[in-house]
Antibody, heavy 124, light 107 residues
């Protein structure tokens, strides 16, 4: 079955760190770029970060650049998001999403598979 | 950063009605525009890619059009199961961005 399963969310204090994981199955993981998208409670979707299939190219949204690091381990079919210097406005459900094309040009990217998400709460 | 502005923010509609949601981009993004549906307590689901290309398994009543800075998602003959939030997403320029969403309520 083609699926994505996120883990690693939880409650963390402001200024703290957390590492999210996304386990992929049912497709050739290394062939596809991957992304993280988040959704604050009751709010809309926000693009967070993306990484190419090889892992050599990474991209970040303005609100997380310099604090978050995306990475992947293609031998384990797993995507990661290392989050540092967390703030209250980082509180959200974090979704892992698969890019729907093997084309490397980012202008062709769209999300054809989403995980169920993992909740990150930043609060003292 | 490219800003996507959707209209309306909210719409209450009756079954079988035709619905049009607009997404305007602050810069030209060609056809690098995708649409997603998110039902309550569910993950988003891809509806339309590249502004107008249909997705396998998505009902044919969903269609998209537009290019450049103005895009439209049309739902013909609305069904009760279409109650959801709808989001446009641009990949024409980094960072990629989403519209603020349009919530559809079925009367």
């Amino acid at each position: 079955e083609v699926q994505l399963l996120e883990s690693g969310g939880g409650l963390v204090q402001p200024g703290g760190s957390l590492r999210l994981s996304c386990a992929a199955s049912g497709f050739t993981f290394s062939s596809y770029a991957m992304s993280w998208v988040r959704q604050a409670p009751g709010k809309g979707l926000e693009w967070v970060s993306a990484i190419s299939g090889t892992g050599r190219s990474t991209y970040y949204g303005d609100s997380v650049r310099g604090r978050f690091t995306i990475s992947r381990d293609n031998s384990k079919d797993t995507l990661y998001l290392e989050m540092n210097s967390l703030r209250a406005d980082d509180t959200a459900i974090y979704y892992c999403a698969k890019i729907g094309t093997e084309v490397s040009a980012t202008s062709y990217w769209y999300f054809d598979l989403w995980g169920r998400g993992t909740l990150v709460t930043v609060s003292s | 950063e490219i800003v996507l502005t959707q209209s309306p923010d909210f719409q209450s509609v009756t079954p079988k009605e035709k619905v049009t949601i607009t997404c305007r981009a602050s810069q030209n993004i060609g056809t690098s525009l995708n649409w997603y549906q998110q039902k309550p307590d569910q993950s988003p689901k891809l509806l339309i890619k590249y502004a107008s290309q249909s997705i396998s398994g998505v009902p044919s009543r969903f269609s998209g059009s537009g290019s450049g800075t103005e895009f439209t998602l049309t739902i013909n003959s609305l069904e009760a199961e279409d109650a959801a939030a709808y989001y446009c997403h641009q990949s024409g320029s980094l960072p990629h961005t989403f519209g603020q969403g349009t919530k559809l309520e079925i009367k």
